[in-house]
């Protein structure tokens, strides 16, 4: 786990060997859901499990740490340049970008829009991830996963579960070496909707104001400033 992530007000949980899923019970023997506990950096659990090559996820909302998961091309394309730098990873499936903050509240999850303003089924830029989510952490290897098909094209599934084959491995890496940024909630909002509102510019989608026209002393319009 990166010294970054190394903070006692953190918490994380296992994920299951070469994928993303929770390795941890729906709920605990106390009662509480996997989200609503975790665990420290250093528990001894926790470094069991990765000592075996397990993966781990990190929880959002603890700390007031959150993550922008990044889903679509456009946004990663520009994502580093638009925003105040930090500890910035790689995923091992898409290769898109996972930016950790620390803000000055604890926040749930929340969408990023797309600029085409398309809501459901995928179509968001991306996600913020706050208390009860995790994301995949960083060192963390997942299986590039190809669905079995049948001759008409459907996936095959046997007992409910999809058939797939591996094709290959990914790893989420440290691209930002660099601490979290502390940064407010509406400062990060505030960035990623001018981020969305350039994009909305340069596909058309919000047509340029135009000019203001100028006045003559007989107060006719004369030219376009």
Do not use: M
């Not at 996997?34 to 700390?63: C, F, M, R, T």
């Not at 190809?146 to 790893?171: A, F, M, S, V, W």
């Not at 510019?201 to 203001?212: F, H, N």
Request: aromatic fraction near 8%; proline fraction near 6%.
């Amino acid at each position: 786990i990166p010294k970054q992530l190394q903070d006692n007000r953190f918490r994380f949980i296992r994920v299951v060997q070469g994928w993303k899923n929770p390795a941890e019970p729906p709920k605990s023997i106390s009662g509480h859901a996997w989200h609503e506990q975790g665990y420290k950096w250093n528990d001894p659990i926790l470094q069991a499990h990765l000592s075996v090559n397990g993966n781990y996820g990190v929880l959002g909302g603890y700390g007031n740490l959150v993550i922008i998961d990044v889903d679509k091309k456009w946004l990663n394309d520009v994502i580093l340049k638009n925003i105040p730098e930090t500890f910035t990873v790689k995923t091992g499936g898409k290769g898109f970008y996972h930016l950790y903050y620390v803000l000055d509240r604890k926040v749930d999850k929340n969408k990023i829009p797309n600029y085409d303003g398309k809501k459901g089924g995928g179509d968001e830029a991306g996600d913020i991830i706050g208390y009860k989510l995790h994301a995949v952490g960083p060192t963390s290897v997942v299986e590039h996963r190809k669905n079995r098909l049948d001759e008409e094209g459907n996936p095959i599934k046997e007992n409910g579960k999809l058939q797939y084959d591996i094709t290959g491995h990914g790893t989420y890496e440290v691209v930002k070496n660099v601490p979290i940024t502390n940064i407010t909630w509406n400062d990060l909002i505030k960035h990623l909707s001018k981020i969305i509102i350039d994009k909305r510019k340069l596909s058309g989608i919000i047509k340029p104001t135009p000019p203001k026209a100028k006045k003559s002393e007989n107060g006719r319009a004369t030219c376009r400033e």
